[in-house]
Structure formats: structure tokens, C-alpha cells
């Protein structure tokens, strides 16, 4: 019911900022809770961050400080803005929708930090 294309991933070096986006079509997107994961080759699915429907947000403490994750409503959109990067933070970035029991997932972007 609910299709998310994430976008915005690349190289960036570390130290350096990158804005990652999610557009939601197919539901009504206020009333999901939206997150970001991420997973490394050969590495665990990591929660990275998570905002509810009235906008209350979350951060792994790995990314806390450091990220910020927003949506706006209007545009059906959820971001991630990712400061300060370093080579641990290189993985593909889902997006997530969740409601309920349903949770909803896009194909990812992938996030590389190198020099």
C-alpha cells in the first residue's frame, strides 16, 4: 500500500554532510511512523533513527548528535541529515513506514564515506 524511493546517497569524505530523501506515495503518509536503517556488508540491519506521526524522534547512539531525521508532511518526504561522517557510517540507508503490524520498505541508497 505504501512504495518509498529513497534518494540522495553517494561519496562524500569524511567529516563531510549528505541529506538523504524519502518519498512515500500510495497511502496516507501522516499517520505512519517513518525510520532509517542502514546495514554494512557483512554487518547487522542497524536502526538509525525513527520520527512517529506527531514528530517525536529517536537516534541510535552511534548516529545521536550527529544526524538528524525530520518529515514534512506536505511532500510526503522523510530526511536524513547526516553530519560529521566518518567510514563506519558507509552502508545502504533504508527508509521504513510503519503502522500497526504493517512496515513498509524501500529498496535503499547507498552511503559511502571515503577519503
Known amino acids: 500500500q505504501v512504495q518509498l524511493v529513497e534518494s540522495g546517497g553517494g561519496l562524500v569524505q569524511p567529516g563531510g554532510s549528505l541529506r538523504l530523501s524519502c518519498a512515500a506515495s500510495g497511502s496516507i503518509f501522516s499517520i505512519y511512523n517513518m525510520g532509517w536503517y542502514r546495514q554494512a556488508p557483512g554487518k547487522q540491519r542497524e536502526l538509525v533513527a525513527v520520527?512517529?506521526?506527531?514528530?517525536?524522534?529517536n537516534y541510535a547512539d552511534s548516529v545521536n548528535g550527529r544526524f538528524t531525521i525530520s518529515r514534512d508532511n506536505a511532500k510526503n518526504t522523510v530526511y536524513l541529515e547526516m553530519g560529521s561522517l566518518t567510514p563506519e557510517d558507509t552502508a545502504v540507508y533504508s527508509c521504513t513506514a510503519a503502522r500497526a503490524m504493517y512496515t513498509y520498505w524501500g529498496q535503499g541508497t547507498q552511503v559511502t564515506v571515503s577519503s
Open positions: 520520527i512517529t506521526s506527531i514528530g517525536r524522534t
